[in-house]
């Protein structure tokens, strides 16, 4: 468990590295937001797997999911022998050479194709011009402008476990089984198919209505949604059976909700707001975040539900917490998300660094270009 945590660490902060870097700024937002949606394609496979091996009384109940684990291993270790390293890694390394290579491999472009040319010398000269201000530390990246940044990607990748979707994730089945549901195993499949097909829209609306817009109507769905299904499992409890209709329907709402705008997006927002310099230090960092409240969630959680001395046996009503922290996403994304849609990473530097407001981020037109 620990050697696959160490790997689930690693490419959880180099993957989205790796597609923010390679893809063009028209379509980043979907590329990089493939990657929740193969987040979701591994929880509704675990989950099935799981209902599968849930009755066995052997070993096998828990050395099959794990051993399943290795397929998915050999796809990327596959997989990666045939990718070209990121062009802007190579800038950063002066391997100028290999950069337009791998650039034209990506872009399917020859290296002498004037949009390639274009795309490289603005990432040169971008390049340079970080190089010029001095190589950039741990300590760097709490510094100024890019502290400011750290912040906003350790906040939205902290916000985005605090909405309570693996809660549902972790503990639904215990939860249902608690709140009376007949077959809790059955609906945990359900919510993870929902969780699938939900991240589709996300995909097309990221670059349609943007970073923002879309985080900003995932934070207000899910709010609405936790906070009826805390009110319908309070006020009825366990023993109506419409209540608990209800409180499946808007759970899967809700899940609709997270998987098309936060899930995806908070990946999106955090592979491309940081400069070259530091773009790897920091997403270790906020990817860091993401699994310090997972790991904190997951812990506290039994604590918060169950029944029994030591115990705060909250029940539905911890969905009050889930929809107050719902609340505070509007809030933090109103006044720290900027919209990035359309911009290459470069811009996207241009634009933190001239405009103050994240609300004023739609007027931004880049000034700097490189001919």
Not at 206 to 215: A, P, Q, T
Not at 276 to 282: E, F, H, S, Y
Request: contains cysteine; proline residues 4%.
């Amino acid at each position: 468990r620990c050697i696959a945590g160490l790997g689930v660490g690693l490419i959880s902060a180099m993957i989205p590295l790796y597609q923010s870097e390679t893809s063009p700024k028209w379509i980043r937002g979907t590329v990089v937001g493939a990657y929740q949606l193969a987040i979701t394609i591994g929880l509704l496979l675990a989950a099935i797997v799981n209902n599968a091996t849930a009755l066995r009384n052997d070993s096998g109940s828990y050395r099959i999911p794990i051993a399943v684990q290795f397929l998915w291993s050999l796809i990327i270790c596959g997989g990666l022998l045939l990718l070209p390293e990121t062009p802007r890694f190579l800038v950063k390394q002066d391997k100028h050479e290999q950069a337009a290579k791998a650039l034209s491999v990506l872009r399917r472009l020859d290296v002498t194709h004037p949009a390639l040319v274009e795309e490289l010398s603005e990432i040169e000269a971008n390049h340079r011009y970080e190089m010029s201000l001095e190589k950039a530390s741990y300590l760097d990246c709490f510094r100024g402008n890019i502290g400011k940044r750290l912040l906003t990607g350790c906040l939205l990748q902290g916000l985005q476990q605090l909405t309570g979707v693996n809660f549902i994730f972790y503990y639904g089945t215990q939860y249902f089984q608690n709140a009376g549901f007949e077959d809790p195993f059955i609906i945990s499949v359900i919510t993870n198919c929902v969780n699938v097909f939900s991240t589709f829209p996300g995909l097309y609306l990221v670059e349609k209505l943007g970073r923002r817009n879309l985080l900003l109507l995932g934070a207000s769905g899910m709010a609405v949604c936790q906070f009826i299904v805390a009110i319908t499992g309070t006020v009825a409890g366990t023993t109506d059976r419409a209540a608990q209709q209800a409180a499946i329907a808007f759970v899967c709402i809700y899940i609709y909700f997270f998987a098309s705008t936060w899930g995806p997006v908070a990946w999106v927002v955090t592979g491309e707001i940081f400069p070259l310099k530091v773009r790897a230090k920091c997403l270790s960092m906020t990817t860091a975040t993401n699994w310090l409240l997972n790991f904190g969630i997951a812990y506290a959680t039994p604590y918060m539900v169950r029944d029994g001395p030591g115990y705060a046996n909250l029940q539905s009503k911890v969905f009050f917490i889930w929809g107050g922290c719902c609340f505070i996403c509007i809030i933090f994304t109103w006044f720290l998300i900027y919209e990035t849609k359309g911009l290459s990473l470069e811009q996207v530097d241009e634009l933190y660094q001239t405009v103050n407001k994240a609300w004023q981020s739609k007027k931004f037109r880049p000034q700097i270009s490189f001919h």
